[in-house]
């Protein structure tokens, strides 16, 4: 079936420096990718849609200058987030649906500690 | 953009009672209503949706009703098990392709043998 894949699954970084995380539809092509963060305990909160070939559309209080989404391919989706804080530490998920149907498909989600 | 609030935030079952979790949306564009069960540090797993043109769907133990008048659905789980503790959330998508989600803010459920 389709998966997504997401990478890394885990990473620490010194706060001040950048982090990139990939989210790969394996076997589908996707237009459009969303990205995810969820804070322990809490709910998943969409933070952009990822838009092949343009620009990424972000929800309401999501700094685009700071989580830089790049999607140049029908298969890749990458989110940097820049200049990290502790208090970016958090539980990144994509999700991505192919484009001949509306099944949902979500990466295995990344753990960002930034120390 | 869409609202989505889910209730209880909590629930404890006894092994084999029912549980019931609500959740409202705001927006009436929505159109797909996913139910996610989700382990800590795993990606959700869906175990239910409906779509805006039924309003009750079924499979085995977990059924979801929709009312899209009042919007508002509900997961329903019959004849709990130990292993159906875990946190789940609803979501609502409202856009044409129906993967933009919303998501509730979560239960936890927990079974007790």
């Known amino acids: 079936g389709a998966v997504v894949s997401q990478h890394p699954s885990r990473v620490i970084c010194k706060s001040g420096t950048s982090v990139k995380i990939e989210c790969r539809s394996l076997?589908?092509?996707?237009?459009?990718m969303f990205w995810y963060r969820q804070f322990p305990k809490q709910s998943l909160m969409l933070m952009a849609t990822?838009?092949?070939?343009?620009?990424?559309?972000?929800e309401q209080g999501v700094e685009k200058d700071k989580f830089l989404i790049n999607h140049a391919s029908l298969t890749l989706s990458t989110l940097t987030v820049t200049s990290a804080h502790p208090e970016d530490s958090s539980f990144y998920i994509c999700?991505?649906?192919?484009?001949?149907?509306?099944?949902?498909?979500f990466g295995e989600g990344s753990w960002l500690t930034v120390v | 953009g869409e609202n989505v609030e889910q209730h209880p935030s909590t629930l404890s079952v006894q092994e084999g009672d029912s549980a019931v979790i609500k959740c409202t949306y705001s927006?009436?564009?929505?159109?797909?209503f996913p139910w996610y069960k989700q382990e800590l540090g795993k990606r959700p797993q869906l175990i239910i949706d409906?779509?805006?043109?039924?309003g009750e769907k079924k499979d085995q133990r977990i059924a979801v009703t929709l009312n899209k008048t009042a919007k508002h659905f509900s997961l329903h789980i019959t004849e709990t098990q130990p292993e159906d503790s875990a946190v789940y959330f609803c979501?609502?998508?409202?856009?044409?392709?129906?993967?933009?989600?919303?998501f509730g803010g979560g239960t936890r459920l927990m079974v007790k043998p």
């Open positions: 990822s838009n092949e070939g343009s620009k990424a559309t972000y």
């Open positions: 927006d009436s564009a929505s159109n797909y």
């Open positions: 409906i779509r805006s043109n039924v």
């Open positions: 076997d589908f092509q996707a237009t459009t």
């Open positions: 999700s991505a649906s192919p484009s001949s149907g509306n099944t949902i498909y």
């Open positions: 979501a609502a998508a409202f856009n044409n392709a129906g993967n933009m989600l919303t």
